[in-house]
């Protein structure tokens, strides 16, 4: 039974690419054969962020066209021989692709890997339809921010609309500080908003950027908080809903002072 | 100490104000509303009312409100007399 889910937030610049692939990297880890499909056609990157963009020959539209084989398109993974990813093409541009032929690329896609992720473009135009095209479900990737839950809404309803079932959140970005002095919206707050099961809450943490900087995505890194915290989200996503989320960077000890008197709008542990 | 300060002075965290903002966007962007239209919808509903009971104009609340993903429309109108007046 295998599954194509969306990795999808409206707005740019929220961690979908991120999320893709450090999803893809802890399903992989966990034995799962994964296909991470990158639908940003025109502006490739999850090849930047998997530290495999020296090894692109072929792409998705060169699969699509029939210039090459789909499997001379796929690029193993450095260290999971269980990850793949199918490049973007970065010379061309969405309306290269529709969403019919989206789906019959997913669903070859899916005769070989348990999962399918589609990192899909920022946006609600052409690139947005032709990743939801192929999928069986959404992640909807989101921050704190106004902007940010605004996008998530409407991605959430044009979701729906294609009537992909129960689309699931991501929290990216998370500070705790901040959300003990009462200046970011809590998980609960985006929740009360949103209406839609959570998944995961990314902290807000360096290592992103210096995983980035390497092509190794953090979650490999067993050290990271980071990394577990999207680890985990693997795990809620496969079949153990009750993984607890990670304990975000502790609070100082004037925060616990100030929880403990009642001043603060924390409410403890997330 | 900052943040114990403030709130000693009785400022809030920036929160509120994303809350509360985000929730009036999400109504609008849903409804497609100017505030005028919804101005005059509210003249017409509570004039359609005042036929029916004695109410108090002046108090009367009508918004827009999202609870659970759905818009809903909701009113107070305090009424005076209960009492119908011929229409």
């Keep these: 039974m295998s599954e194509c889910i969306v990795i999808t937030s409206g707005k740019g610049g929220v961690g979908k690419t991120t999320t893709s692939a450090n999803l893809g990297v802890s399903l992989a880890r966990m034995g799962h054969k994964v296909a991470v499909v990158d639908a940003d056609i025109g502006l490739r ?26 499997k001379q398109a796929l690029i193993r993974d450095k260290k999971l021989d269980t990850l793949h990813l199918l490049p973007a093409a970065q010379t061309r541009d969405k309306s290269s692709v529709t969403p019919e032929q989206m789906k019959n690329l997913i669903e070859q896609l899916k005769e070989e890997f348990d999962y399918v992720l589609v990192d899909c ?23 704190p921010e106004v902007s940010a839950i605004r996008d998530a809404d409407r ?12 689309p699931r959140l991501v929290i990216n970005r998370f500070r705790q500080k901040m959300v003990d002095r009462g200046d970011m919206l809590d998980k609960d707050d985006i929740l009360e908003i949103l209406a839609i099961p ?70 403890g542990g997330v | 100490m900052v943040s114990f300060v403030s709130k000693l002075f009785g ?20 409804v497609d509303l100017t505030p005028a ?20 104009k002046e108090a009367v609340d009508f918004k827009l ?20 007046r011929a229409v």
């Design chain 2, 11 to 30: 400022n809030k965290g920036s929160k509120d104000d994303a809350k509360a903002r985000l929730k009036l966007l999400l109504v609008h962007d849903a």
């Design chain 2, 65 to 84: 409100e999202r609870a659970d993903g759905e818009v809903a429309l909701v009113s107070n109108v305090p009424v005076r007399r209960v009492t119908a």
């Design chain 1, 155 to 166: 991605i959430i309803g044009l979701v729906e609309a294609a009537e992909l079932p129960e």
């Design chain 2, 37 to 56: 239209q919804l101005e005059a919808m509210k003249a017409e509903v509570v004039e359609v009312i005042a036929r029916y009971v004695e109410i108090n």
């Design chain 1, 121 to 143: 473009p920022a946006g609600i135009e052409q690139g947005f339809r032709n990743s939801i095209a192929g999928a069986d479900k959404a992640l909807i990737v989101t921050t």
């Design chain 1, 45 to 70: 990157n999850l090849d930047v962020i998997l530290g495999l963009e020296n090894r692109i020959v072929y792409d998705l539209v060169h699969v699509i066209e029939g210039e090459c084989r789909l």
């Design chain 1, 198 to 267: 959570l998944v995961g809450i990314i902290p807000d943490h360096e290592d992103v950027i210096i995983s980035a900087n390497r092509g190794q995505p953090v979650a490999y890194n067993e050290e990271s908080v980071v990394g577990e915290a999207y680890r985990r989200v693997a795990r809620r996503l496969t079949g153990e809903p009750e993984v607890p989320y990670v304990a975000m960077e502790p609070s100082g000890f004037w925060d616990s002072v100030k929880r403990w008197m009642g001043l603060s709008a924390a409410t």
